[in-house]
């Protein structure tokens, strides 16, 4: 069973906006943080956001600052991505990911979802 299930993703034009939601299938993962990466076409993955497990502290890549916001609902075991002013560099796989504690890199995530496309055309 995938622990993590990502959604949301699609094809939006550029100034958009798209959802992401992370589903886990355990109430486990109430006490993790959780990050969302991206890997664009033909590039490496990469960090895009993060909350630790209380919601109180989150981290963002500095190409998504003021436009992405990152939150969770662990009473749903759910946390999301809001996307907006969208544009076609965001265009990538995304990826949720959980782990014990909030950081940056994809080494610090124990769990990984299989990715959810998005798309933005210009």
């Known amino acids: 069973q995938v622990p993590l299930v990502e959604s949301g993703g699609g094809l939006v034009q550029a100034g958009g906006s798209l959802r992401l939601s992370c589903a886990a299938s355990e109430r486990t993962f109430r006490r993790y943080a959780m990050g969302w990466f991206r890997q664009p076409p033909r590039k490496e993955r990469e960090f895009v956001a993060g909350i630790n497990w209380t919601g109180e502290r989150t981290l963002y890549t500095d190409s998504v600052k003021g436009r992405f916001t990152i939150s969770r609902d662990n009473a749903k075991n759910t946390w999301y991505l809001q996307m907006n002013s969208l544009k076609s560099e965001d265009t990538a796989l995304y990826y949720c990911?959980?782990?014990?504690?909030?950081?940056?890199?994809?080494?610090?995530?124990?769990?990984w979802g299989r990715g959810t496309q998005v798309t933005v055309s210009s």
């Open positions: 990911a959980a782990g014990p504690g909030l950081v940056n890199h994809g080494s610090g995530y124990n769990y």
